[in-house]
Each structure stands twice: as structure tokens, then as C-alpha cells.
């Protein structure tokens, strides 16, 4: 698991992506091992993943009758959700990049995308965090999280526009690619799993 030092260095080279700088590159790792040192970022998210899944918790356990299970196996059902959106997108961008002409481009799309996570799964739990003390703040916290996800998807364009070398449609196609099938996905591992009352 990267240090704590490691995980700022790669932040910073995505700050740098983000304001347009291709210095960023120089403080990121995209050999072979770097691309397998960024799922390092997985455990980095675990503490953030607990927030939103202790907001969601309360919300089902709110939605639903008393005595309700929501223990271990609840728990780690939206783990499984998580991975799985976070695993898809990786694998179908590795699938569809040679048939698209990006193969060249993977390790840099990896290594980005999953340390990209970090601070996008950091930012999706302070709303959670604020539902959870302030339960009476939907609207607030609704808002917060669309703020954050736009924040989140901005800056993932952003970093795609700057590893595809400005070609915008490519960025754009890859930007869904990573982003709607995780949602698709979540929603219906959601139902599927039980984890939206009904």
C-alpha cells in the first residue's frame, strides 16, 4: 500500500493535470508497476467508502420497518457495489482501447483514474458525513453532492483531455466510459442486493 507522502505526490501531479500543466506526468508513476501500485488507492478510499455507507445505513434503516438486519452482510454488500463500479469501467476501457486506437494510453488512463478516486470519494463523503449528524439537511446535503460530483467529473475530463493530447471527443467518450456504467452498474447491484428500500 503507497505511503501517505506517495499518495500526496500523486495528487499533486493530478492537480497539475487538472490546471492544464502535462508536468503533472512527471509526478506520476505510469510504468507497469505504477499502474498496479494505483489500486493502492482502494484502501486509501476505505475509510471515505465507511462514511457514505453509515449515511446509506441510516437512510434504509430509516425507510424501512423496525428491526430491520443492516449488519456485516449489509455492510458488505455496498463494499461489493463500490468495487464493482470501481473494477467495470477499468475493464471495459482496457477492452474497447485497442478496438478505438488508445491502447497506448492505458497505463496513464489507469494510474490517473484510480488515484483520481481518492479525493473524489473523499469529497462524496462530506455530504454522507453531514447526513449523518445533520439528518434534517437533505436539501443541503443534495446539493453538496451534486456539487461534488460535478467537481469530480469536470476534473476527470480534464485529466482525460490532457492524457488523450487534447482530443476532446475521445476525452468526452472516455469520460462516459468511466462514468455511466458505474452509475448503471450501482443502481442495479443496488436493487439487485436489496440495498434500496422497497
Given amino acids: 500500500m503507497p505511503q501517505l507522502e506517495d499518495v500526496g505526490i500523486y495528487l499533486k ?12 506526468f512527471d509526478w506520476l508513476d505510469i ?4 499502474v498496479w501500485r494505483s489500486f493502492g488507492a482502494i484502501p486509501w478510499c476505505l475509510p471515505a467508502m465507511t462514511v457514505s455507507w453509515a449515511s446509506w445505513r441510516l437512510a434504509y434503516l430509516a425507510a424501512m420497518p423496525a428491526g430491520t438486519p443492516t449488519g456485516l452482510a449489509f455492510i458488505a454488500k455496498l463494499l461489493l457495489v463500490d468495487l464493482a463500479s470501481w473494477i467495470l469501467p477499468l475493464l471495459l476501457v482496457v477492452a474497447l482501447s485497442r478496438p478505438l486506437g488508445y491502447d497506448m494510453l492505458l497505463a496513464p488512463l489507469i494510474v490517473t483514474t484510480n ?9 462524496m463523503a462530506v455530504p454522507s458525513a453531514l447526513r449523518l449528524v445533520l439528518p ?5 446535503t443534495a446539493l453538496l453532492s451534486i456539487l461534488a460530483l460535478i467537481c469530480a467529473l469536470l476534473a476527470l475530463f480534464r485529466i482525460l483531455r490532457a492524457i488523450t493530447g487534447e482530443q476532446v471527443l475521445l476525452a468526452w467518450a472516455l469520460s462516459a466510459l468511466f462514468v455511466l456504467p458505474s452509475l ?4 442495479t447491484l443496488q436493487r439487485t442486493l436489496g440495498l434500496i428500500p422497497g
Fill in 13 to 24: 501531479g493530478l492537480w497539475l493535470l487538472i490546471l492544464g500543466k502535462r508536468e503533472g
Fill in 31 to 34: 510504468s507497469v508497476p505504477g
Fill in 115 to 123: 488515484w483520481l478516486s481518492v479525493p473524489t470519494y473523499y469529497a
Fill in 136 to 140: 434534517n439537511a437533505d436539501g443541503f
Fill in 184 to 187: 448503471m452498474l450501482g443502481e
